[in-house]
């Protein structure tokens, strides 16, 4: 079910919401966890609901793990937090990846392995990394004992299901089970439909109206002029914003009618002046999920500038592979880990003696966000190369960035009756200057001009 229908605003969220706080209203408390857990499962199931077995079946098994690895003291810990974070990785490779990696086997041995046509179940993503978080903290003793209902509830509460936030146990499961949550606040509700509308209207109005424009921008990248290929790219770039940006509002909205927080989850990404700024902007809780049970495990920045370089390679590469099973996420991914050592080398040594002017950084970083999101975008990399090479087409733009350092030149160049210029004429280096202008000037003059001034 989406938020940006008629079943849902109309009647799903409505009628969730009132039996809530009908049954916390009778004291009826643990009715009403229950009643948010099945809620959620037949929102999540309103897809397809053969895929509620395979939620409930990994919902079950990280509990179990959970518990043990919380509550027991055993040698193998270590082995049973390995077994349960490979199973999950394993569920979400199966379903999400088996494709990407038969077909790869396929055009690179000359097979024909067959597996079938496996359609990806939703928010696979988004529920697995928040479980495999719980199994980590279970480990490291950071999980309370929870029961099953509050658990099931922290994976499946609807407003957070689909497309995250990536919540962490520490943030809900707690305001679940505050008192707080059990009785209606007319101010919550206000400002959590207030939200919601404001999400809607990002969505459906700006968002869904700018598709057309990339999509058909896409479908006929072979046809695309320079300036088709910006629009379009550009048009993607506001696309994916106004819709991500909706999403996150309306989930924030929907879970505050609730009376439950959600992290934040995006903050103005655009306004960045760098890549890692961005990165603290876009998709928050994937990026802290990604530091913290990554990027820190792996070393972090405590071992050295070269493996904090590949750490945060590693980092971004698993960011693309997660965003999807094909090689333009990927390289997506590639592109922006490369961005990011790129800002990290220039901060480390050379921004306090060159510093970058705030424009020009929020120009390099927009760009640089623009061009990567096309590799996202895009159904293959052929297509996604055509797009880039309209867009920065050499041949278009030599004339701009001739004129452009002639703009330079008038504005910063000394004439030849300035004193510097005369003391200098007589140098082997202005001597060699004159005898290459002599030169190309050879070269050019093809046939003799009237000067302009001629008519005058």
Not at 24 to 37: D, F, G, P, Q, T
Not at 147 to 175: C, M, R, S, W
Not at 245 to 268: K, R, T
Not at 428 to 434: L, N
């Amino acid at each position: 079910m989406l938020f940006n229908t008629f079943d849902f605003i109309l009647l799903f969220l409505p009628i969730t919401w009132l039996v809530y706080f009908s049954l916390n209203k009778m004291h009826l408390v643990e009715a009403s966890r229950v009643w948010l857990v099945l809620c959620s499962l037949f929102f999540y199931g309103y897809w397809n609901i053969n895929y509620v077995i395979l939620i409930l079946i990994s919902i079950f098994f990280n509990f179990m793990v959970g518990n043990m690895l919380s509550l027991y003291n055993f040698k193998q810990r270590r082995l049973m937090l390995t077994l349960g974070v490979s199973v999950n990785l394993a569920f979400l490779g199966y379903y999400k990846y088996t494709n990407f990696f038969v077909e790869n086997i396929n055009t690179l041995l000359n097979t024909n392995i067959q597996v079938g046509k496996i359609i990806l179940p939703l928010a696979i993503s988004f529920f697995t990394f928040q479980q495999i978080a719980y199994l980590v903290d279970s480990y490291k003793r950071e999980t309370k004992e929870y029961d099953f209902v509050n658990y099931a509830l922290f994976v499946t509460f609807f407003p957070q299901l689909i497309a995250g936030p990536i919540v962490h146990h520490k943030e809900i499961i707690p305001q679940f089970i505050s008192k707080r949550a059990k009785l209606v606040n007319y101010k919550n509700l206000y400002f959590g439909l207030s939200a919601f509308i404001i999400g809607l209207a990002k969505k459906v109005i700006i968002a869904d109206n700018l598709a057309p424009i990339v999509n058909d921008g896409f479908n006929n990248f072979q046809n695309l002029t320079t300036g088709a290929a910006w629009i379009t790219s550009i048009s993607y770039t506001f696309q994916l914003y106004f819709d991500f940006s909706g999403y996150c509002d309306m989930a924030y909205g929907a879970a505050l009618m609730f009376n439950i927080v959600l992290p934040m989850n995006f903050n103005s990404p655009y306004q960045s002046l760098n890549i890692q700024d961005f990165w603290r902007r876009w998709h928050i809780t994937l990026s802290k999920w990604l530091q913290m049970y990554v990027y820190i495990p792996l070393g972090g920045n405590r071992k050295g500038n070269i493996r904090t370089y590949l750490n945060l390679f590693i980092v971004f590469v698993i960011c693309g592979i997660w965003h999807g099973a094909g090689w333009t996420f990927i390289l997506w991914g590639i592109v922006h880990g490369l961005g990011m050592l790129l800002y990290r080398f220039y901060k480390n040594n050379f921004q306090k003696k060159f510093p970058i002017s705030p424009l020009l950084s929020w120009v390099l970083t927009f760009n640089f966000v623009n061009a990567a999101w096309v590799l996202f975008r895009a159904d293959n990399i052929k297509q996604a190369e055509k797009i880039l090479s309209k867009m920065y087409d050499w041949q278009t733009y030599k004339q701009e960035v001739a004129l452009l350092l002639l703009l330079i030149i008038i504005l910063s160049g000394k004439n030849i009756y300035n004193e510097g210029i005369k003391s200098s004429y007589g140098t082997s280096i202005w001597i060699a200057i004159v005898a290459f202008i002599s030169l190309v000037c050879m070269l050019t003059i093809y046939q003799a001009s009237p000067f302009l001034y001629f008519n005058f």
